[in-house]
């Protein structure tokens, strides 16, 4: 992985137009427990030199290279046949290592499912049987490998960065950012757009794969394929301005060479024809 470039944080007029209320905010609350910290301590992450400097709870470090993963897999029962599933919520390093299980405060949980249903979050839950599928054993298995694997290397969602934490609230706030960011990211209505669908018989060149998610998304995405001729991941590349509690995501190109190559086949799901809502 290159090292990743810095993009600084720009503030831009802009001309005032209608309110539109995002498509989850009518059906699910994914509304993150409000940051401690005030703007000044809010840097965007990767973009300054010395790191001791900085409040970690503040600004995400060392993993300040943020990626939302999506997974397209043609075999997993009942997964959504228009659209892609959600892999995770990844904290790269800036120097484009990455940390894994860190478990800062030893915040590593059994499992996720338990600790949303102790907070209620049982609309969260359904939700993800859905959308956020394991493809070798159960949904909450996946759900806690991804919060210990990546969750517990994030610096800005530590318990001792809350001002009233309350066990499990770092879980749930993972957990509403990641499906929030979900929804900012259709990749199936993105490829379909630009006349890419699934097909048993059509296959699509990599490169046109790869445009059509780059203009959509505005930036160059990582676009994985099995043996580089079979799609089934795409990874969006983000900074954060801020704790990640803000959601306040900066767009960036992948650090990763795409996998995908020539000919690339985009197979069917043979699951249910869910909609996000």
Not at 212 to 235: H, M, P, Q, R, S
Request: with cysteine; aromatic share 14%; proline share 4%.
């Amino acid at each position: 992985m290159k090292k990743c470039s810095i993009i600084p944080f720009l503030l831009t007029a802009v001309a005032a137009g209608p309110i539109v209320t995002p498509a989850w905010q009518n059906h699910m609350d994914l509304f993150t427990t409000p940051s401690a910290c005030n703007s000044s301590q809010e840097l965007m992450s990767c973009s300054f030199g010395n790191s001791s400097n900085v409040d970690t709870c503040c600004v995400e470090n060392p993993g300040g290279v943020v990626l939302f993963t999506q997974l397209w897999n043609s075999d997993v029962v009942n997964s959504p046949t228009h659209q892609w599933t959600m892999h995770g919520s990844w904290p790269d390093n800036c120097d484009g290592t990455y940390g894994s299980f860190c478990n800062f405060e030893n915040t590593e949980v059994d499992s996720v499912e338990e600790v949303l249903k102790s907070k209620g979050e049982y609309e969260l839950i359904s939700y993800m049987n859905n959308f956020w599928l394991n493809d070798n054993g159960t949904n909450d298995a996946f759900w806690s490998h991804e919060f210990n694997k990546h969750a517990t290397c994030m610096s800005t969602i530590r318990p001792s960065c809350y001002d009233n934490y309350t066990e499990g609230q770092n879980v749930v706030d993972f957990v509403k950012m990641s499906i929030r960011q979900y929804h900012e990211l259709p990749t199936f209505t993105w490829l379909a757009d630009a006349g890419i669908v699934p097909s048993y018989s059509q296959t699509y060149k990599a490169e046109d794969i790869q445009a059509a998610l780059d203009k959509a998304f505005g930036y160059k995405v990582f676009v994985g394929c099995t043996n580089g001729t079979i799609l089934d991941e795409v990874w969006y590349y983000h900074q954060a301005q801020g704790s990640l509690l803000r959601q306040n995501f900066v767009k960036i190109d992948t650090t990763y060479a795409s996998t995908c190559k020539g000919d690339v086949q985009y197979l069917p799901k043979q699951g249910k024809s869910f909609v996000l809502w």
